[in-house]
């Protein structure tokens, strides 16, 4: 007899629970937007904020609701992304430039050469407040991996032998999160298309630059003078291309005597994907 | 009255903390406690959810199973409950406040049948000084604060201990295990506080 009565107790909480609910989802159904459902599907779910909202949902919402009608704003995703998007908006794509980040350090000043020796915490925010680092370059990349740590596709690895931070750029998505996290702002993000770049970052003269590394820029304008494009200045000592005008011919990395001028093949993971 | 009140929150908080003393919610504890603010909207949407379960699961204690005698049926009859119920806040939330929702939406279905809100549902049951069910909520908040403060301590500790460099045998889970296990020892210096400060013993 008893048996009955709990069966039968148990019954009617459990029926009474599933008529809640039930009724519950019926009435306070959320009807979602299609669209940002659909949309949302089609984006790579990376979360890296590089379309300036906060991650891929965001961009959905802001999409499927109309505060945004730029449908190429996904750099990780690239053109079949923004295709895709384009079509179920109803909206023309424009073409993704893809971008990939590149660490503006040779590193030839470490690992050998440091000012002091640093024994906190591993971190290159927290070397950084010491004196801008260990490094004895100001500018150098401290190799400490806190870019490590923020990249959402483990394209960064430290370069055992030089102590700096390199980048696979076909792992790069180009999020950019890296160049965010940098204390020294040395990683820079560029067109996938770019095949030159400088490979360093100090301000500082030619002489106290030389001290410190042998590889850094100097600021002696020979890229500048040999550039047919004029694509190339030298300003605060230090060589900056205008990727608007450079054409990759080569020129400058031939003349550079310092070796601080890289030619690379920069073409993005977004492609091989 | 007010004093018995602040007594059962204390209690709730340092000397019955039910992670640290009753090993309760381990999981979400170890699983949730890496940054501070998702540590907090755990610690948030647990409070929430004990309060909400004890509302539930004590009058069905004292109306329906010790009326029927049924209060073997306790264990089931309260996951039962307490899962629809979390459901059923779920659902209400993300129709009538979603920026709760956002932030503690991932959080619920974690919490269903956590071990810690069902503790503290059946423990309410047999504390003694839990006598009516004002008392029996007021019991859970104290307990949900103290998961929350808990919670929202060792997301503190947990940070200091990714900076520091631990030896490669203990890295990671091991190192968290200790460090959980010395917060909870510190934790048994309040056994016997509360009773001497409030006078109650």
Do not use: W
């Not at chain 1, 040779?106 to 680092?133: E, H, M, T, W």
């Not at chain 1, 990349?141 to 923020?150: F, P, Q, R, S």
């Not at chain 1, 750029?169 to 770049?197: E, M």
């Amino acid at each position: 007899m008893e048996i009955i009565t709990a069966l039968i107790v148990l019954a009617i909480i459990a029926l009474v629970c599933a008529i809640i609910l039930t009724v519950a989802a019926t009435f306070f159904a959320v009807k979602e937007n299609e669209k940002v459902v659909a949309v949302r599907d089609c984006l790579p779910g990376a979360n890296c904020g590089a379309c300036g909202y906060s991650g891929c949902d965001g961009y959905a919402k802001a999409l499927g609701e109309g505060e945004c009608d730029n449908p190429s704003l996904c750099i990780p995703g690239g053109d079949g992304v923004a295709k895709e998007i384009g079509e179920i908006m109803g909206l023309t794509a424009g073409d993704v430039v893809e971008k990939v980040a590149y660490v503006a350090c040779n590193g030839s000043c470490q690992p050998d050469n440091r000012k002091f020796v640093y024994d906190g915490i591993k971190s290159c925010v927290a070397a950084n407040l010491n004196y801008s680092g260990d490094s004895m370059c100001t500018y150098a990349c401290l190799g400490y991996g806190d870019c490590i740590a923020v990249c959402p596709r483990d394209a960064i690895t430290i370069n055992p032998e030089k102590c700096i931070a390199e980048i696979d750029p076909k792992k790069c998505i180009g999020c950019g999160l890296c160049a965010k996290t940098c204390p020294n702002h040395i990683i820079h993000l560029v067109n996938d298309t770019s095949r030159v770049i400088v490979k360093c970052s100090s301000h500082d003269k030619g002489a106290v630059t030389r001290k410190a590394c042998s590889n850094g820029c100097i600021g002696c304008m020979k890229c500048q003078k040999t550039c047919p494009e004029g694509a190339i200045k030298v300003e605060n000592n230090l060589a900056v291309i205008d990727y608007d005008k450079c054409t990759g011919c080569g020129a400058c990395h031939e003349v550079c005597p310092v070796k601080c001028i890289h030619l690379e093949n920069l073409i993005c993971g977004a492609h091989f994907e | 009255m007010l004093k018995e009140l602040i007594y059962i929150i204390l209690v709730g908080v340092f000397a019955n903390n039910y992670v640290l003393q009753q090993t309760t919610g381990i999981c979400p504890f170890l699983g949730v406690s890496k940054k501070i603010d998702q540590a907090s909207g755990m610690g948030l949407a647990v409070t929430f959810v004990m309060l909400v379960a004890t509302a539930v699961t004590y009058p069905i204690q004292k109306y329906v199973l010790e009326a029927f005698n049924l209060e073997y049926l306790q264990t089931i009859v309260f996951i039962l409950v307490i899962a629809a119920l979390v459901q059923f806040v779920e659902i209400v939330l993300k129709k009538f406040i979603p920026a709760l929702y956002k932030s503690l939406g991932v959080y619920l279905p974690l919490i269903t049948t956590n071990c810690a809100v069902l503790g503290i549902a059946i423990d309410n049951l047999s504390f003694d000084y839990v006598t009516n069910f004002g008392t029996a909520m007021v019991s859970s908040f104290g307990v949900g604060l103290g998961f929350l403060f808990a919670m929202m301590l060792f997301a503190g500790v947990r940070s200091r201990i990714e900076n520091c460099p631990s030896p490669k045998s203990v890295q990671g889970l091991p190192v968290t295990l200790i460090a959980a296990s010395i917060v909870s020892l510190a934790f048994y210096g309040f056994a016997g506080v509360i009773d001497g400060l409030l006078g109650m013993n």
